[in-house]
């Protein structure tokens, strides 16, 4: 298990790179361009959608991963039946393809979310199970980063949803913060986490992430701990779980969102765990022992970059910051595009994130 | 300058890949063969000692570092007429391609080093000068990892060697242990170290690196800084300068080799340090502001893999060792060859040396 196949060449394929070439695993990456964010590795250029391409590419690996979570589920199925080995397998993927699938399962699963129910039409006794208006409506499949998502205060907002196909209604969780539990899983059922994170959004995107989330209740932790590996556990996800969860004015958690792979809040753990989420991932799903999650500073501050992250203007603003790492990841330039993150570690989270967020602003004056 | 071209395909290439993914530098290497460590960053194959294959590649890059210190000067002076940026540039690699340049200009800056003397014959006068047999003998050039130098206890053991020209006398050297002092210099100046590292040979090659080193005499280590800002000024070293040397029994430190590039001795500071030697030199050759060189744990050991360093191997050690990193070159492998290191960060050297010397054993025992 050395040849590890990864469909999509964004950033998330880019960073596992690093850690492929420590650890002398080589990395193939199926890309939709060859000038992709993680060129560097790309083997194959095409459509994952397209299921012959898709099985040309996966006769080349001993094992198939994702830097998305778009690949149609009756590909992997097909792979699956034809002797490939896919990390994390359809049956775990279905949850993070269909918003309603992961409710479903997590209500078996009896692990807290919000209020939630799926609408064909304009139904008011849907919105009394949730709650009220106003309300969280989502597209059950597709959106990401805000897209898909709406706040909801009267149906007139989501008609063009509803003329599609179901809609998925959820309460309007009132929550003090949002956070994130990141582990891994490897196929014999080792499960590795790291701290919680907190999450700071803004505009339904991932801003900054605070690592670890600052007091914490201990029970809330280890509730988020043992939920993920739950679900790890019940549905086989093999690879890198990131949990998405609302903290409650009573301390409470509930599930806000899952992905099955290397995910936005886990990028500290680059420069602040002696293992990073993409050596992890690459750990898990060749079926190695996991490695340490110990954090190595008190705190660690990841701050994305938004639009543009390029190095010639980083140069300009580094001198300042000598202990902040830069990360670019070489995409052409497009508004509100992540394009790249900054990370610090530090002794306290409150003079860390003022640097980071220094930094932040010096690059951004850079830039303009 | 965000173009970097790499002379040379080994470990050290390879190792900068990943600090260029990071910043968002186009990372070029010329190989000597496409399989070569480095391979995913090749852009070219072929013979760096060819002046037209050299200077092709010269062309696509901003700036041209190396891997390795055998470049001919003159092919470097030549491609700077040309406008190529070289850096280091040849007046400092000068300085590692001849131990006997290297020895005067040494003197000339009075650093301490041991007594030396260049030979054209079995001259009695010669060794009186730097003592007497037993001495150290080498070959002024071409010699790496214990090769090219002999201890001599008589003429007839070097009889070989001075048939075919000069031969470099050192004093043989009393000493407690072998340190190495490493840093980096921009063209503007700026010079940052991190701090001594004790290195561990055996056989005349670097074993372990045990970082920063126990106990070190607080004078020995500033004196250790600033001999090496010196060379690195007065021959405008641009990269990563790295100073071997020896601590003798009365704690004087004098200075045994010189490299200019990331090395051996620097490697542990990837998992230890805020910036790794990878992306200290490639700031450095792009002119950027250096990295904070803080060591993020108190002790840090690198233990270098000889012979094969395989992933399928580490896999069947990696449940016992979950904090050591494990690094593969992907090299054919070959006995006695560097194919790879172990890593591990932790709080006390006895400790942290012990459980990584269990790794290198269970790593050996798996491959056996």
Redesign the interface.
């Known amino acids: 298990?050395?040849v590890v196949g990864v469909v999509g060449g964004g950033q998330l394929a880019?960073?596992m790179?690093?850690a492929a070439?420590?650890?002398?695993?080589d990395l193939k990456v199926f890309g939709e361009t060859d000038v992709a964010s993680a060129h560097?590795?790309v083997t194959q250029v095409g459509d994952y959608a397209d299921f012959t391409q898709l099985a040309r590419f996966a006769k080349g690996v001993d094992v198939l991963t994702f830097d998305h979570e778009h690949v149609p589920l009756e590909h992997l199925r097909a792979l699956q039946e034809q002797g490939t080995t896919v990390f994390p397998p359809p049956q775990a993927l279905a949850l993070t393809q269909d918003k309603t699938v992961m409710r479903s399962a997590l209500e078996e699963l009896d692990v807290p979310q919000p209020l939630w129910a799926v609408i064909d039409d304009a139904d008011d006794d849907a919105v009394s199970h949730v709650g009220n208006f106003p309300c969280i409506a989502k597209l059950p499949v597709g959106g990401y980063d805000g897209k898909g998502v709406r706040v909801v205060t009267q149906w007139s907002e989501i008609e063009d949803w509803l003329e599609k196909g179901p809609v998925l209604l959820e309460e309007l969780v009132e929550f003090t913060r949002e956070l994130a539990q990141l582990g891994a899983r490897r196929p014999s059922g080792q499960w590795q986490a790291w701290p919680v994170v907190e999450t700071r959004q803004q505009g339904g995107v991932c801003a900054q992430v605070i690592s670890p989330a600052e007091g914490l209740n201990p029970s809330q932790a280890s509730l988020a701990n043992s939920l993920a590996e739950n679900i790890a556990d019940t549905y086989g996800v093999v690879g890198v779980l990131a949990v998405e969860l609302f903290e409650k004015p009573s301390g409470d958690i509930v599930v806000n969102e899952l992905a099955m792979r290397p995910h936005n809040s886990g990028h500290i753990f680059t420069e602040q765990s002696?293992t990073s989420q993409f050596e992890q991932h690459l750990?898990a799903v060749?079926?190695?022992?996991?490695?340490?999650t110990?954090l190595?500073?008190n705190t660690g501050i990841m701050i994305n970059l938004f639009g543009s992250?390029?190095?010639?203007t980083?140069?300009q603003c580094?001198?300042?910051f000598?202990?902040v790492?830069?990360?670019?990841?070489?995409k052409p330039s497009r508004p509100g595009r992540k394009a790249?993150h900054l990370a610090l570690?530090g002794p306290t989270t409150a003079e860390t994130l003022s640097e980071a967020l220094a930094a932040e602003e010096a690059y951004k004056g850079a830039h303009s």
Chains 1, 2 share one sequence.
């Open positions: 298990m050395s880019r960073m790179i690093p070439i420590n650890l002398g695993i560097l590795a002696d750990r060749t079926d190695t022992a996991l490695g340490s110990r190595r500073d992250a390029e190095f010639s980083w140069q580094a001198g300042d000598p202990s790492k830069f990360h670019s990841y070489q790249g570690t």
